[in-house]
């Protein structure tokens, strides 16, 4: 038995995907999807609808209405934004409290990554679902770590603070033995995501090894730029400490992005929302 399935087994109750969550993601899927029962089967879970009309009331749509009604809701957001609060919902729903952790922090940043991701594919003409779910998840590794090790996981949370994603990695190696990024990729394959989302997971904070997709360097990326939101640093400093070999590989001159990131301080209405 290998390191890391030495670590699961001492998780004694893995989170589990709620199965309202698999049902409207199966039924997302269908492209003559049935809006009525597409509503059904969320007003059997209150909190989605709760998240659904909280988005579309919310400053990210600036109504000068209220929403008061979930099919409303629906066509105002729209199905894609629908399986993105179905999906963030079992996500972020899928962990208790962990004491002395910071849980909402860490989701709103998990959030806010996923949201930029998926507004970088769209500015690029490309698919945003797989995109919007690897970033919600890019770190998801963190939180088993600290059910496993609460006291070393606390360690490693206060050596980390400002250091990169690949210096925590480092840390987290030299301290516990393995990484978030390895137990991330492996919580995601026991909940039979698609591989293309496991590899995002393992390699986001090293977007440029040979073994990584396409996506890693772009989920990196929005993380390092969800980063510099949160802490409400100038856009032309996000822009400029960006890595310049993932800006090479993703074609980006990091300069001209300085306006682009100032758009993105809207997401952090969308990700609140969802919170």
Known sequence: MNVIDNFFQSIHNLPVMPKVVQDVIQMLNNEDI?????????EHDQVISAKVLRLANSS???????IRTLDEAISLIGLDNLRMIVVAHGVTGS???IPGFDMKRFWRHSLLTASIARQLCRENKRAT???YISALMHNIGQLPIHIVFPEAGQDVEEMCQGLSVLERKSIENSTLGLDHCQIGEELA???NFPEEIQRVIRYYATPLDSQACDLAPLVYMASH?????ERED??????????PEVASALNVDAMQW???IASYKKLLAEAESLL
Do not use: C, M, N
């Open 225 to 229: 730029i969800a980063f510099g939101l």
């Open 95 to 97: 962990f208790e409290k």
């Open 258 to 260: 300085v306006a682009r």
């Open 129 to 131: 679902d797989t995109a």
């Open 234 to 243: 100038d856009p032309a400093h996000i822009a400029e400490t960006l890595s």
């Open 189 to 191: 394959r026991r909940w």
């Open 60 to 66: 990210f749509y600036g109504l000068s209405r209220t």
């Open 34 to 42: 049935d809006i009525a029962k597409l509503e059904q089967a969320i």
